[in-house]
């Protein structure tokens, strides 16, 4: 180990730093929020440095660089473009035994800056001891997608209670016991929902419920969207649920790069649903929901897309509600905005669509009872966007051209939508059952003059023009 990693209490302590350019400034707005006393000596000042001189938050010793500035400071760090006066602001410390870094200068640090993670009070810090900076900030930027915003709130209100737990729970195991299942349990859930009220009340409850000898937790669930294929679409929020789950109940539309992402000691459970194929009833999906939650696990309902668009989410989270089982929602993107925006065709635009319509291709076009009203769904100037339409795709054809929607109208069916192997076709909507027929699933049909721009503007994936390819990204049969 070539550096102690220690963290320094710096507040109301003397920093000097020698140099008032941008490289400068941005180490002093460091020091400041450590609660940094900083001196400043430069020929000149940035005008970020200026503005904090006349803010009075530091205060500029002079233009030139004397020994003497170091005798009572605890640290000093160098950031010119002068090489000789770096070299002699690290000597003349290194003389004093005070603490010195030169900016991008390792063998002259006596210390050095990690990259940070601050979620304060809780702050991470990664350093390839000056070898690597830039792996080290890569290494962080991973760490940061990775770790809660709300880790900060969650050591600030367990810091606030460390003692009543030293006073309730005796022994250091127990203690360590309780701290491990609220850090992972309810009590985590609710602080990062912002319910910080809430959050210190289920805190009570675990320690009453620790301090008469039961360690049990209750469980939760989490609907979590996956989005539509494109590991990359997962959100942040998705990610860390993923990570702290107990098991794992997912949808077949859930790409195995998702999965991939799962806690490896997860329990993985497929509860699936494919047209034609033996698939997990819906009650027996809402049963294991409630059954592995009411034995303390995290559960983490994994769906493709959104699970509040045609995903039945909200049926899922009644019937939670029902066995009062705490849960929360993580959005997803869904098949209809991640699709089409792999396809280049935006669901609105100025000039072809004021408005966009989100429908099921479930429904029964050959009879009365849809529920939908053909008649607006056939206006022009429109996109719809119809999600597990494919087999209903003549129906849909012929009752929006009988209610008045041009045959001529374009459409395109996406499939596999933001995936490597993604595949556009587009026709007309009198052409609609024919491009059905012939795509592979999950697939979306997108009706409307928006299509038209899919030729002008589709960026993802190959774009063949060749004719005769067997698998190509794009089929036109306009």
């Not at 994936?461 to 089929?475: F, L, W, Y």
């Amino acid at each position: 180990m070539d550096y102690l990693p220690i963290f320094a209490d710096l507040k109301q302590r003397p920093v000097l730093v020698v140099g008032g350019g941008e490289v400068a400034a941005r180490k002093v707005d460091l020091l400041l929020r450590a609660g940094a006393e900083i001196r400043i000596v430069a020929q000149s000042l940035s005008p970020l440095l200026e503005q904090l001189r006349q803010q009075g938050k530091i205060h500029w010793l002079g233009q030139a660089f004397a020994a003497e500035q170091l005798d009572e400071v605890f640290l000093v760090i160098a950031a010119t473009d002068d090489s000789a006066l770096n070299a002699k602001v690290f000597s003349e410390a290194d003389k004093r035994r005070v603490l010195a870094n030169v900016v991008d200068d390792q063998p002259r640090c006596s210390f050095i800056f990690p990259s940070i993670i601050d979620r304060s009070p809780l702050v991470v810090a990664v350093s390839s001891s000056g070898q690597a900076p830039v792996l080290a900030r890569m290494l962080r930027e991973k760490l940061e997608a990775l770790l809660p915003a709300s880790l900060g709130q969650m050591a600030q209100v367990a810091g606030r209670w460390r003692g009543q737990v030293k006073q309730r729970l005796n022994s250091i195991g127990q203690r360590r016991r309780f701290w491990e299942k609220t850090f992972g349990g309810r009590f985590a859930t609710l602080v990062a929902n912002g319910q910080t009220a809430e959050a210190q009340r289920q805190l009570e409850q675990d320690l009453e419920q620790f301090a008469q000898g039961s360690e049990g937790t209750q469980g939760e669930i989490a609907l979590v969207g996956a989005g539509p294929g494109d590991v990359g679409l997962l959100t942040l929020r998705g990610l860390q649920v993923m990570q702290q789950a107990d098991v794992v109940l997912y949808d077949h539309l859930v790409s195995d790069e998702i999965l991939d992402l799962v806690r490896r000691d997860a329990e993985r459970i497929c509860v699936g649903k494919r047209a034609g194929a033996h698939s997990v009833i819906q009650e027996e999906t809402n049963r294991l929901l409630v059954e592995l939650a009411q034995q303390g696990k995290r559960v983490v309902r994994l769906k493709g897309g959104d699970p509040f668009i045609f995903g039945r989410g909200g049926e899922e989270l009644q019937v939670a509600a029902e066995a009062g089982i705490p849960f929360q929602v993580v959005p997803g993107v869904t098949a209809a905005a991640g699709a089409t925006a792999y396809a280049g065709i935006p669901l609105t635009h100025r000039d072809h669509a004021q408005s966009v319509t989100f429908i099921t291709g479930h429904c029964r076009p050959d009879g009365d009872g849809d529920g939908l009203d053909w008649a607006d769904l056939a206006r022009a100037r429109q996109t719809l966007a119809i999600y597990m339409g494919t087999m209903k795709a003549a129906d849909i054809s012929q009752r929006l051209i009988a209610h008045g929607r041009a045959a001529t109208t374009p459409v395109a069916v996406i499939s596999r939508g933001t995936r490597a192997d993604q595949l556009v076709q587009t026709g007309t909507l009198q052409q609609l059952e024919q491009l059905a027929q012939q795509a592979p699933l999950p697939a979306l049909l997108v009706i409307g003059e928006v299509v038209e721009l899919h030729h002008q503007i589709a960026w993802f994936g190959h774009q063949p023009q060749t004719e005769g390819v067997s698998r190509p990204a794009v089929v036109n049969l306009a």
